[in-house]
Structures are given as structure tokens and as C-alpha cells.
């Protein structure tokens, strides 16, 4: 006999590998079930934001498909944040959580469908006579939907009997769209034609990236990809790095000139569009995208199409040429992402120089690395000085939705990632965000073989400062008093190292060129006074904005 929870464990054992969790009395016989009959890996972490966030790095960092659980209310409501931005992300995924019995709501239960749906989640009801086909059925929905679903066992079923038998089949693979022959015509001609061609690629276009280089060769195109895609061109010479708000002024300057731009799966969002100032208006943009419309009222070309499809069909039937970028320098077209404005130790106020300080840990951190990053203004540092080996090796959960506090909450699932492909995590948190999410220090020390944890200190919300406080407003909300992050880090089984100057570096550079396992968190007092250039554009559309509106 099999008991409901049990046939819920065993397909989602058929169909994925790694399940992030923490338990209570709604998913409590689950989790008791995949331990028990699954070869699933299951991560416990210490707050429910950190069952999504981490199956949505894990997805990020190795395109397959985790499974997240939290019991019902209050714990469904804590992944809220995590699942909007899985959802925005376009991130597959099932949150398995308890909800209300079949009987009826109880006094503390809640809508929780409504509340997923605003979320960008719809959710699929496990029934005590298909549990599994009601399971493969949120699987699918992920993989077709391409985002998050929420999968529900009412809080009566889970121990009882099913009469299901067991399933044979598997879950599928949703189909592509192709772009047709006259819209590829279109865009060859474009590109055949063009004199200073770019292409821009984001994370949908990993499944075309050799045929994507390869036309960018036969074009002499520049290269350039959304700051989620870094490192999908590492090595080639003429790649420049971001586009957007982390594109060097060098970078910038090649993008103004361009007559055709490809993007390929990316979502051209204001941030990668430099709020659609980076290309000149006569520039042709050409997007090729899964989503059945442009996302950017700039787009001039518009394929509905899998990339590697789209991607084939047009360097099949494009003209290579010799004559684009003439006059070029190739060597500073692959130092464009780097070509930043040197920076002193220490700022005016006394503090590390936060570019100072990433450029060294650049050079210290292993070659191999994954970095997942939270978000805050700090963001602009590791997105600007911190090198990445290939594609899908910096993780951004949270910045679609414009989330800070789920650095330490992706990191789990980040950490088996790299643990897999024996590289180093990397972590970069501010100290906002990291009080946020503090809880999750331990599961990512726990669940780490090598991490660095870079803790960006400087005692404040400065997104905020940089907002609001040059507005006038108080800045007493803005600003957090000093916290030794390094104890924090002591107090789960980690190293940690309080950095106030590059020498402090030291002790933690040898353990990194060492090979040892563990976990090492450096606590940065940086200083907030140095504005990253990003933050800079934002505060410039503020004022444009505020300006066309009186």
C-alpha cells in the first residue's frame, strides 16, 4: 500500500534530484517519504524564503529542475519574495507546501492560490486518487510555463491510501516555436547588411552559444551579454563584457555606434537597456525570445523562437563579412568590461575603496568560481570587478524583482552547484541584505565544500542614502549601526576575517590558494561614499523622470 505522500515523493525522485526544505506539520510526511524511497538530496535550510531562492540558484547555475517544500500559512507565505522573483526570472520550479484540509479552511488558513497566482504562480492540487499524475502535472507545468508552480496537499491526505498505481511515464519536454523562413530572411538581410553589428546575448541563449559566437565571427560583431549572462563569450576577443547599467564607459561607446543589435533570450529590461539610452535611434534591434511579444518598445524585429533554432537558421544563410568595425582595436574591445577608473585603498572617509578592494579579491579568488550575489547598491562591485569563467557563474537572485535579503538564501543551492563542478562559491552580500537573511548563514556554511562570503559593510542602506538622503530626506532609516559579520560567520563553523585594510587579505588568500574545504567570511568595511555608476543612472532617470512630470 501507498500511502499519498509517498507517491508524491517517488515522482518528484523520477524527476529531479535536489529538494530544499524545512519542515512542518504540512509537508512533514513528504519529507519523511523522499528520505525514505527517493535517492533525492535534501537540504534543510533555516528560513522558508530559502526553499525557493535556493532551488532557483540551483536552476540558475545548472539549467535542471529542484524542488522546493514549506508547510502551509505562514510557511508558504515566507517564500513569497522568492517565488515573484522566480517567477520574473522565468525560473522552472515546484514549491510543494500544505494548505487547507479537504474538509474546509481552518481559522489560520488563507487563500493561498490567489496569493501564488498574484504572484506569477498557478498551482496544481494533489487529490488523494492521482497524487502522482496531479505531480507530474505541476512538473510539466514548470518546464512548459518556464517558471514556478506551486504544488498543494491539503493537510488530510498526505498519510492516507492512495489506490494510484505507480506511474510510467516521465516528465516532458516542452517544444520550442521556430521563428518562419521571411522573418529569418529579414534578419539575415539586416545583419548581412550592417556595418557595426552587435550581438547581445542574455540566459536564453545558452543553448545556442557556439553558433552564436561563431556569427558573431562570420560578422566581425561585437559581443556583449545582460549581466545575469556573463561569461557567455569568456575568451572571445571581441567580447565586451555587460551591457547596461555594468558596462564600462569603453563598452558604452562601442554600443552608441551600432547600426543592427541581435539580442537572443534576453529580456531587455531597463537596466540592460540603460533605460533606452545605450542605443542611438536609429539603431535596428532584432529580439529572439520565447515570450510571444518584445519586451522593450525599442525593439524594431521581433522572432518568437528557441534561440539554437533561430540562431542556426541565420548563420546558415547570413553573409560572412570583413568590413564591419573598421579600424577596430580588438585588444581594447577585450579589456572593454575591465577598463574602470583606478581606484585608491582607501576612500576620502577613511574606508576601503569597495573597487579596490573587488579588484584585489579578483585577483585572489580561484579562477574557478560561482558567485551568487544578493542585491543592494553594492551589486554594481562584484558585476563590475569580478571575473567569471563561462556562462551561468553569477547568480542574481532577487534583482528581477528588485530584492534585497536573498543572497545568504540562494547560497545553498548555489553551493551544490559548484560543489559539483569543484569550483569556489562566492558571495557577495551587503550588510542590509545579510542581516535580512542571516538565518541562512548556517545552511550555506553546512552545505558549502569551499565558499568565500564577501560581506560589503559600510554600515547602511545605501541605495537609500544615494536616493533619498541627497533629497533631503532623514537619513536615520537609512543607516544601520556597525555589525562584526566575522562573529556571525564564527558562531556557524566558519572562518571569518573583519577587512579594514587589503592587508587583512592575507590569511584568508592563502586558505583560498590552498585548496582546503571550509568556509571564510571576509567582513569589508567599506566605505559608503563611493557611488557605483549604475546607482549614478538610476538617480539620473529619477530626475529626467521627475523633471518631464511637472
Known sequence: MTTVAE????????????????MGNGNAFLIDAVLRLTDLRFTAVRHEAATVASADAYYRATRKLAIATATYGAGFTNTLTALTDAAMSRTPLV???????????????IDQVAIANACGAPTVFISREQPGKDTLEAINLAHTRRGPVVLSIPYDLPSLITEEPALEEAATVPELPNADGQQIAEVTELLSNASKPVILAGRGALEAREDLAALADSLGAI??????????????QLDAGVCGGFSSERTIGYLEQADVVLAVGASLNQFTMGFNRIFNSDAKLVQIDLLDAPTSPKVTHFLQSGAAAAITAIRNEVSPSNNTWQDLDAEAVASAQFDREAAPEFAEDGQLDPRALTKSLNELLPEQRLIASDGGHFIGWANTHLSVPGPDSILLVGT?????????SSAPGAAIAANASDRMLV??????????????????????????IVVYN???YTAEVTQYGT???DQQPMLIEQVDFAKFAEGVGARGTVVRALSDLSAWAEWAASGEPGTWLLDCRISGAVIAPYQ???????????????
Open 7 to 22: 507517491r508524491i515523493a517517488t515522482t518528484l525522485g523520477s524527476n529531479a534530484e535536489e529538494v530544499f526544505g524545512l
Open 471 to 473: 533629497l533631503g530626506l
Open 458 to 460: 559600510d554600515a547602511a
Open 400 to 408: 528581477q524583482f528588485q530584492s534585497i535579503g536573498l543572497g545568504f
Open 95 to 109: 514549491l510543494v507546501v500544505g494548505d487547507a484540509p479537504t474538509t474546509g479552511a481552518r481559522p489560520w488558513d
Open 223 to 236: 559581443t556583449v551579454t545582460s549581466a545575469p549572462a556573463r561569461g557567455m563569450f569568456a575568451g572571445r
Open 427 to 452: 558571495i557577495a552580500t551587503g550588510d542590509g541584505g545579510g542581516l535580512m537573511a542571516i538565518a541562512d548563514l548556517d545552511s550555506t556554511v553546512r552545505t558549502a565544500d569551499r565558499a568565500t
Open 536 to 550: 549614478l543612472e538610476i538617480m539620473e532617470n529619477l530626475k529626467r523622470q521627475t523633471k518631464a512630470a511637472v
